[in-house]
């Protein structure tokens, strides 16, 4: 029997990439070996959903996995950032490492961006939710109890009041037509809390119910509560 291929996996904390990291656990022919996320180095949150580094580190803990960071510095360029995630790419190689897992749906630009990416570095691009229906993505997703809280949204599609709350099959039946159930287009971002790989909890994670506004976008901010160690 082949050996299983060892893969990193792309990691934001939200959804898409939390169910992505579900399916490859559950597939013997691969072996996670960690998560991988590109970090602000100067807010020290992660790029597209704007969370706290803090919490992707609770969340990798609550898992039990390592999480490798890339620290991108201000008006990072195309190229300096390609250059990073080459060497980060190259460390993963060294230990054995030979594909990165992401959890794109429908966007091709995206998808063909990150194969010529991993091309460069030596690496195969995985894309387990690839093509499939968003919405029976969602319900599976929910359906396999997994918590995830709203933490961003489009100004523009959706309503402000949906910030901090959970995305369950109440939620998902509210969302206007126009939405896409898994915010593919950009609608709304999210952060996961607990769920079947979970396997322990260092803390919890609490909204600090402080919510600001960039351009048509609005978010609510999230931290850690950490268990205090006992005596």
């Known amino acids: 029997m082949p050996h299983p291929k060892k ?16 399916y490859m656990l559950s597939n013997p022919a691969y072996e996670v070996v960690g998560l ?4 602000q180095a100067k807010d020290r949150r992660t790029v597209i959903h704007g969370l706290r580094e803090e919490v992707l580190d609770f969340q990798a803990e609550a898992i039990g996995l390592p999480l490798q960071k890339v620290h991108l510095p201000d008006g990072c360029s195309n190229a300096l950032y390609e250059e990073l995630m080459a060497k980060e790419m190259q460390r993963a190689k060294e230990k054995g490492v030979t594909a990165v897992v992401f959890g794109d749906i429908h966007l091709e630009d995206i998808r063909v961006y990150r194969e010529e990416n991993m091309e460069k570095a030596g690496m195969e691009a995985i ?8 919405k029976q993505l969602m319900e599976e997703f929910i359906s396999l109890g997994y918590e995830t809280w709203m933490t961003t949204i489009d100004n523009n599609v959706l309503e402000e009041k949906l910030l901090g709350k959970s995305l369950d099959m109440d939620l998902l039946k509210e969302l206007p ?5 898994c ?3 950009g609608e709304f971002h999210t952060v996961v809390v607990d769920g079947p790989i979970f396997k322990q909890h260092p803390g919890t994670l609490r909204s600090v119910d402080k919510i600001v506004q960039f351009d048509r976008f609005v978010t609510i901010d ?3 509560d950490r268990k205090k160690e006992q005596n």
Do not use: Y
């Open 7 to 22: 893969v990193l996996v792309s990691f934001s904390g939200g959804k898409d990439s939390m169910l992505s990291l579900h």
């Open 222 to 224: 999230f931290r850690v």
């Open 183 to 185: 915010g593919e287009n």
């Open 36 to 39: 991988f996320t590109t970090i």
């Open 177 to 181: 037509d126009h939405v896409d159930p």
């Open 127 to 134: 894309f387990p939710l690839w093509g499939k229906d968003t």
